[in-house]
């Protein structure tokens, strides 16, 4: 999953932000919320992990500008606010789950692939496609019940193409998904390599080109 964090503890943002990496995630992480809004007008995020006593405007301010400009992806608040009428009020204010310090890192990924789950309309905690299966909790893959053993970006990668199995992603939406900010300008090819890959450690057919358009997942059954 790409996430952005919106957190202005340096230590704390620091650790959110490399345990999350550490599971296989793609991070940015922002102090503010302005920089967060204008990461969100420019990249495609799964997840957002939103702190409430922000410097420059309260998390729930920026929340309610989200939710009033109809942006629906998932929002988790991590705060300090631990009264019940200041979670009601998160989760009133178009926050998906509401979660208060301190918690641990496998809560907090557990949270977010549930709402992410929850968005993408599935209710297994396994994604199936065909003869294809994707643990998010484990990282597990296995094709036709054989494990297949992926990297960090061919599994983030795979997982962007199984969030829509029916839509055709743009390169530049599935380069976007697979590097942070701070990765640099990767190479031009590089998607089309990790692509490669995944249709040798998986099957020729798991990923479609659709020409000048970019890529969609294939049906989920062995090419003929
Ligand atoms: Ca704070």
Do not use: C
Not at 1 to 6: D, K, S
Not at 189 to 206: A, C, F, M, Q, T
């Amino acid at each position: 999953m790409r996430l952005l964090i919106v957190e202005d503890d340096p230590s704390l943002g620091e650790a959110l932000a490399a345990g999350l990496r550490q599971l296989g995630h793609v991070v940015d992480w922002f102090r503010n919320g302005g920089q967060a809004d204008a990461a969100l007008s420019s990249a495609p995020y799964d997840a957002v992990v939103l702190d409430l006593g922000l410097p420059g405007g309260d998390g729930m301010v920026w929340l309610g500008r989200w939710r009033s400009r109809a942006l629906t992806l998932p929002v988790l608040i991590l705060t300090a606010r631990d009264s019940v009428e200041q979670r009601i009020a998160g989760l009133d204010a178009g926050a998906d789950d509401y979660l208060v310090k301190p918690i641990t890192i496998d809560e907090l990924a557990a949270r977010l692939r549930a709402m992410v789950r929850r968005s993408s309309g599935r209710a297994q905690a396994v994604w199936q496609h065909g003869d294809l299966e994707y643990d998010p909790a484990t990282k597990l893959v296995h094709w036709k019940g054989a494990n297949v053993e992926l990297t960090g970006l061919e599994m983030t990668l795979l997982e962007a193409l199984l969030k829509h199995p029916q839509r055709v992603l743009s390169k530049t939406h599935l380069q976007q998904m697979i590097y942070d900010w701070s990765g640099g300008d990767p190479a031009s090819n590089s998607l089309e390599v990790h692509i490669h890959h995944l249709r040798r450690k998986i099957d020729p057919g798991i990923v479609r080109t659709v020409r000048g358009v970019g890529y969609a997942l294939g049906s989920g059954e062995s090419a003929p």
